[in-house]
C-alpha cells in the first residue's frame, strides 16, 4: 500500500498513537498529504471547534471589522453600534456575493454585487429594486449569526451552535496562566500570510523546542538550553512547555513593578498550543501568536501578532526595546518558514518514513491524539 495515500489515513493515525509515548514515532506522512484526512479536519475540528480571529483590541470601535474564512465559510467579525462583536456570514442574502474583505471599518455593510446593505447586526437595511417582488420582506432577512466570545483578550468563533464557552472550554489555560494577566497585554501588531506547508507542520514546530538550537542558531538558537525545556503531559484539548530566558533579556522577564510573578516566573515563557491553531508565546514582558487555517493540504494560511505587557508602557525605551524583539521575530519566521517548508517537501517524498519521537516532543504526541479523537469521531 502507498503510505502516502493509505486507505483511512485517520486509522493509519489512530494505529499511530496507539503506541506509547516512550516509543512513540511521527505521525504518518498521509495525514499531511491526504485531501481526504484534509477534508476529516475541516469537517471535524475547524467546523466543530473554536477559532481564534485574534485580538479585541485590534476591534475598539464600532464598525471595526475583520473577515476570516473558516471550514469553507467566509465570515466577518464586527463590533456594533452597541459595542458588542459579533460573528457572521460574510454572504450576501440575494446572489450570495461575498460583501466585505481583509479588515476595516464601516457603519454599513453594502454588498458590492447589487448593492443590498446589511446593519452591523446583520440586519438587512435595504434592496433597491425590489418592491415588484411580492415574495419579498426586507424582516425576513438576517446574515446567520455564528458564536463569538472574547476571553482573556482574543476573538473566538466557533460553526457549532452548542459550542461550550471559551471560557469553560478552556479554564485550565486560564488557570495555568493566570499569574500573567493576559488581559494586561496590548497588541502592537498584525500581519497575515500564507507559506507552502501544511497547517500541522507550522503547528508541531510551534509545540517543541527541540528544533531551537539548530533551526535558529542564527538567532535564538544559542538562548535555548535543552536541559531547561520542561515538557509534561498535557490536557485533551491544549499542551504546553515552558524555556526560561536570560535575565539579562530584560523585556522578556517581569517587570520590576509586577508583583503578580515570584521566582523562576519572573523568567519564564510559557508555549501553548490551543487546540486546533491558536499558538501562543507568553513572556512576562511581551507575547506573540499564531493562528493557523488550512488553504488546502500544501499552505496554511497564518494570523501573526503580538505586543507588550502594559507594566512596560511607562518606559522610555520600550519602543525601541518591542522595536528590536519584533525584528528578532521576523528573522525567526523567515527560519522557522525555511524548516517547514523543507518539512513538507521532504514528507512528499515516497522514501519518507517518519522517526522516534524525543522525549522533548511530548507535545507533538499530544497533539496527534486529539487529531486522531476528533477525526474518529
Not at 488581559?183 to 517543541?208: C, H, Q
Request: glycine share 6%.
Amino acid at each position: 500500500m502507498n503510505i502516502h495515500n493509505p486507505a483511512d489515513p485517520a486509522a493509519e493515525l489512530a494505529a499511530n498513537v496507539a503506541t506509547p509515548f516512550e516509543r512513540a514515532r511521527a505521525m504518518p506522512t498521509s495525514v499531511y498529504t491526504s485531501e481526504r484526512f484534509l477534508d476529516a479536519e475541516l469537517t471535524h475540528i475547524f467546523g466543530k471547534e473554536w477559532y481564534c480571529v485574534g485580538r479585541a483590541s485590534t476591534l475598539p470601535n464600532p464598525g471595526d471589522y475583520i473577515t476570516v474564512e473558516l471550514a469553507n465559510q467566509p465570515l466577518m467579525v464586527m463590533r456594533g453600534q452597541d459595542g458588542v462583536l459579533r460573528a457572521q456570514s460574510n454572504v450576501c442574502l440575494h446572489r450570495m456575493s461575498t460583501l466585505l474583505e481583509g479588515r476595516g471599518n464601516r457603519r454599513i455593510i453594502t454588498c458590492p454585487y447589487h448593492g443590498w446593505s446589511y446593519e452591523a447586526d446583520g440586519r438587512l437595511r435595504g434592496a433597491p429594486a425590489m418592491s415588484a417582488n411580492h415574495g419579498f420582506c426586507k424582516e425576513n432577512y438576517r446574515l446567520p449569526q455564528v458564536k463569538c466570545e472574547v476571553w482573556l483578550g482574543w476573538v473566538l468563533v466557533s460553526l457549532k451552535p452548542d459550542a461550550k464557552p471559551v471560557a469553560e472550554h478552556f479554564a485550565d489555560v486560564e488557570d495555568l496562566i493566570r499569574p500573567f494577566d493576559l488581559t494586561n497585554y496590548t497588541e502592537w501588531f498584525n500581519e497575515s500570510f500564507v507559506w507552502n506547508t501544511n497547517w500541522k507542520i507550522l503547528a508541531e514546530n510551534f509545540m517543541e523546542s527541540y528544533h531551537l538550537p539548530v533551526c535558529h542558531a542564527g538567532t535564538i538558537g544559542g538562548l535555548s538550553k535543552l536541559d531547561e525545556m520542561v515538557c509534561p503531559p498535557s490536557p485533551p484539548h491544549f499542551n504546553w512547555h515552558t524555556i526560561l530566558k536570560d535575565p539579562a533579556f530584560r523585556i522578556a522577564c517581569a517587570h520590576p513593578t509586577n508583583t503578580r510573578l515570584e521566582g523562576d516566573l519572573r523568567r519564564t515563557t510559557f508555549l501553548l498550543a490551543l487546540y486546533p491553531s491558536l499558538l501562543i508565546t507568553l513572556t512576562p514582558g511581551y507575547f506573540w501568536y499564531l493562528s493557523l487555517h488550512p488553504k488546502g493540504v500544501d499552505h496554511v494560511q497564518v494570523t501573526f501578532g503580538g505586543g507588550m505587557c502594559n507594566d512596560f508602557l511607562g518606559d522610555p525605551d520600550v519602543p525601541e526595546l518591542f522595536a528590536t524583539v519584533k525584528a528578532l521575530l521576523d528573522k525567526v519566521n523567515i527560519e522557522d518558514k525555511g524548516c517547514t517548508e523543507r518539512v513538507y517537501k521532504g514528507l512528499c517524498s515516497e522514501m519518507a518514513v517518519p522517526g522516534h519521537l524525543s522525549h522533548l516532543e511530548r507535545p507533538n504526541y499530544d497533539f496527534a491524539t486529539y487529531l486522531s479523537r476528533m477525526t474518529n469521531p
